[in-house]
């Protein structure tokens, strides 16, 4: 069976995204993800390059790994130092990896242009820069940069520099498409000639500017490439990576190569959510394998099918990558969405209830006027238990006033609500205050009913958007409100429509309380 080993260069390479900035710690505590996700080695950064990595590879001195291999990655030499006195290629050596990745020129349009010296230099530099390091010990990855323009431009050339990497000592040489935009096919060329001149074991690093650094990725593990380079959910410089997330499981997968335990690749959805919260960046939903829209179906005729088996429309079952099955309500649902969702909502609703069709119509009209239940599953169950009688009226409002006032143009906008609310017979007249007249409202509706329902006093209001659906009335616009709302234990969502944005922020307020209510 194929041997592939995964090499992860979140941490150097995904430290390169536009908007990724790790810290020390978020580093340590990355690494010790990945090691639990089983990858064989992970690039920790440059030593050389900054006091963060500097810090990062001291700190992992303390740090055993359990299945991982850490490996500090840096440059060839300069061409004015000698090799021994090179301060980056003496920050690998004494970064206390066993590994160390080295990246050095292939084409020559770099090594003329941005390095300004001659193409023999250049083998130099990669020859004894690889030899020195492996006389201290180490065992010495080499990366060849823009190997695939390299190649197209002067192949006798780019061959050349692998050669002086492979008779140096390097155990693994890693052929990289720096700038991203090889083909499939071009790789597969380049690459087969690369295993008949210079053979010996092979990795391959892809960026993603031609939306291709995956499938070439796998295109060079189907030709015989031992090491694959990526990193979790694709980050990296400009377009990102090879992303793993994607890799894992089609290595796995499609092309039945064991890189890493099945029980390991359950945690890819956690592991890639984790890194992205670290990253403190949104996780992006539609990402295939662990995105919360990979297994979400819409279509009616889509989940019709999949209500009988599965395999209908997923290409494989979520829980091999610790995903899940979701169903989604809109305007596109029909009546399986329907008994999907009250099976999901533990309502009792048999497949020939008149009720369906009712609530299916009414979904659509509202979906119509603007409303959208996909994220307000909340406002959609109360209205699904509305329609079959198993709602309960909590409260009626007697009224409601809000003030937004400013007094000064240098002051502070003052907001304040007041509300009157009877519950059982009794009538709760309070006032509060807010940031904004909507927060003020809120404020004062959940101070009014705290003394009837207590559990209300964990309710937390967690996002709140204003979307604009008709914009050319202006301000006079229809608008559509989603709240998101969470109790410590669950999160839920509703939604309010209306001309006025008071008028919706309250109905989906009110969604929230009732939702809160109904399933305490
Ligand atoms: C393809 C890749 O992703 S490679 C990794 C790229 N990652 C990064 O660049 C992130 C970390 N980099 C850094 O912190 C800085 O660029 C440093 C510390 C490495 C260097 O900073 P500086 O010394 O100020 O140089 P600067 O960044 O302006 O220029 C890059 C230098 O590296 C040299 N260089 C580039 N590639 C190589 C190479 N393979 N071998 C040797 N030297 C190289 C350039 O010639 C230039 O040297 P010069 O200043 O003597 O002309
Ligand atoms: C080495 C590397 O990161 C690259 O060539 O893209």
Redesign the pocket.
Known sequence: MQIVEIYDTTL??G??SEDVSFSVEDKLRIVQKLDELGLHYIEGG?P???PKDITFFEEMKKIPLKSSKLVA????????NKVSEDP?IKALAEAGTEVVT????SWDL?VTE???ITLKKNLE?ISD?IEYLRSQGKRVFY?A??FFSGYLAKPDYALKTLEAAKRAGAECIIL?D?NGGTMPWQLREALEVVQREIGGSLGIHTHNDSEMAVANALTAVEIGVTQVQGTMNGFG?RCGNANLCSLLPNLKLKMKINCIADDQLKRLREVSHFVSEIANLPHNKHQPYVGDAAFAHKGGIHVHAVRKNAETYEHVAPSKVGNRQRVLISDNAGKSNLLEKAKEFRINLASDSPHLTEILEQLKEREHQGYQFEGAEGSFELMMKKALGKHKKFFNLVGFRVIVEKRKGSEETFCEATIMVEVGGQVEHTAATGNGPVNALDHALRKALEKFYPALSQVKLLDYKVRVLTASDGTGSKVRVLIESGDGEKNWGTVGVSENIIEASWQALVDSIEYKLLNS
């Open positions: 150097r390479d430290a390169q440059w050389g390059a900054n990655f840096g440059a060839t030499r300069k061409s004015r980056n080295l990246f050095g020129k770099h941005a390095l300004g530099i820069s990366d940069e823009h990289c720096t410089e």
